[in-house]
């Protein structure tokens, strides 16, 4: 009879381990190594499956089906958009980074973070070079959540902060920011890409030697991107964007890379006096401010990862004081806004030349995909034409340069939440089908037809 043990093989090489580790010594591979029940026969007294040449056994393929599932465990810190953008809670033993602009509120939701795995039993430790333990006093003091249990520390020596989570055996620790830490046994400064490189290669090894989660503040660039070498969202498990307008109460997060869940999913906050609240209902509140009866807006749904989510796009036209006309695009690509105006004006004859014009979205949410085209052009011609757009209306599709409308993916699940929304006609390409009851179809072939029918 076959007899189960288990090793801690690494995908990559092969090699095993007499315990789990997050990094493979034979290969040096990260996050290859898995916990697997192997066969030994008696008889032959050697693992099964195990690759050949190093034990000189053959290898044997096994059928997917009979592949352990590997139990990922993941803590729930029951705010419902966190735990949604990282795949459904947090891993032990990986190590995730979130970048932002500064007041966007980095440090509140990881503090309430810890606060709520702190209350949930789990030993947490905060450490910050921003701030020192008083400031971190007063945020946690503004909260809903209880943080005062929290572990804080202000240190930016790397070496203190992580004998400190092993002293306090802390299972999530966060480290507010990477670019303030340093580590010894580098020369330069805090900040430097040598010093944030290896900062981080040093707490992702501590993540996986120790199976502590990690979540380590980065800041950004002018550009956006987390400040610092490219490899550090390569070393990262997930990389988490915080986003919004500093100055509205929205906030946007973003995971842009996560090794346990997909990608693009958006989770929405809102900034309140006590904390970030998730917000449970994002298309509700994103056309909460939609003035209808007003010219210049169209509502799109877009894909925001996995979750369909209905946003306003506004266009003002007006007339050009002086020379060349503005184009401003504030949350979609000046280049597509450019396109657009230039097919309306061929393939629809309808003029903007002598006007300026500006074009918005809703909450600093970002039209990243061309299948809110019509709703744009949409939008654009309503404002042209003084003519608000009817309120019930969705405009769902990509404008090609010949002026057709194309078909775009997902489009039950668009449609889907529009109706729920309440809406009850959507103009998209006639080979969109897709029947939704309630909501009715409305075929669009070119944008001239767009163009006649926002004019009439
Ligand atoms: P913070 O978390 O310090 O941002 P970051 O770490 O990304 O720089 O957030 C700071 C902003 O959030 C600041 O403008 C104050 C505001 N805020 C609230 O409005 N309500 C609150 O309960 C808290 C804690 C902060
Ligand atoms: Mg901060």
Request: charged share 20%; aromatic share 4%.
């Amino acid at each position: 009879m076959p007899r189960p043990r288990s090793v801690y093989r690494c995908a990559e090489c092969g090699h095993d381990h007499p315990k789990w580790a997050g990094r493979c010594e034979a290969c040096g591979a990260w996050n290859t190594i898995a916990e697997e029940p192997i066969t030994v026969r008696p008889d032959q007294g050697r693992a099964v499956g195990r690759r050949s040449g190093r034990s000189g056994a053959a290898a044997i393929p096994q059928p997917l089906a009979e592949v352990e599932q590997s139990r990922l465990v993941r803590w729930t810190t029951g705010i419902p958009e966190f735990d949604f953008v990282m795949g459904g809670g947090i891993v032990p033993g990986s190590m995730a980074l979130i970048g932002g602009e500064p007041g966007i509120g980095k440090s509140t939701l990881l503090l309430q973070t810890a606060a709520r795995l702190r209350a949930a039993g789990r030993h947490v430790l905060y450490a910050s070079g921003e701030e020192s333990p008083e400031q971190i006093r007063l945020r946690a003091d503004r909260l809903v959540e209880d943080a005062g249990p929290v572990l804080v520390l202000g240190e930016t020596r790397l070496e203190a902060i992580v004998d400190a989570a092993q002293a306090s055996r802390a299972e999530l620790l966060v480290l507010d920011s990477i670019q303030t830490v340093y580590t010894d046994t580098l020369e330069s400064a805090p900040g430097s890409v040598g010093q944030v490189r290896e900062c981080a290669a040093r707490l992702m090894r501590f993540a996986k030697e120790s199976g502590t989660a990690v979540f380590v503040v980065g800041h950004v660039t002018k550009g956006g991107a987390i400040a610092g070498p490219k490899t550090l969202e390569h070393i990262a498990d997930t990389v988490l964007y915080f986003e919004g307008e500093s100055s509205l109460d929205y906030r946007l997060l973003r995971a842009t890379k996560n090794r346990f869940g997909s990608v693009d999913e958006l989770g929405v906050f809102s900034m309140t006096e006590r904390g970030l609240s998730a917000v449970a209902n994002p298309s509700a509140v994103f056309l909460a401010a939609r003035s209808e009866g007003t010219s210049g807006s169209a509502v799109t749904a877009l894909m925001e990862g996995t979750r369909p989510v209905l946003v306003e796009v506004q266009a003002l036209a007006a007339p050009s004081g002086y020379g060349t006309p503005q184009r401003v695009a504030t949350g979609l690509d000046p280049k597509r806004l450019a396109v657009l105006l230039a097919v309306l004006e061929r393939r629809g004859g309808a003029s903007f030349a002598q006007l300026d014009v500006f074009v918005q979205v809703t909450a600093g949410v970002r039209l990243r995909e061309p299948g809110a085209d019509l709703a744009v052009a949409a939008a654009l011609l309503s404002s042209l034409h003084n003519r608000p757009t009817p309120a019930d209306a969705l405009y769902l599709g990509e404008i090609g340069l010949g002026g057709e409308i194309r078909p775009i993916g997902g489009i039950e699940r668009r449609l889907a939440e529009a109706c729920r929304l309440g809406f009850t006609r959507a103009f998209a390409s006639p080979r969109q089908g897709s029947q939704i009851p309630g909501l009715r179809h409305v075929p669009l072939h070119h944008v001239d037809e767009l163009v006649r029918a926002l004019a009439a």
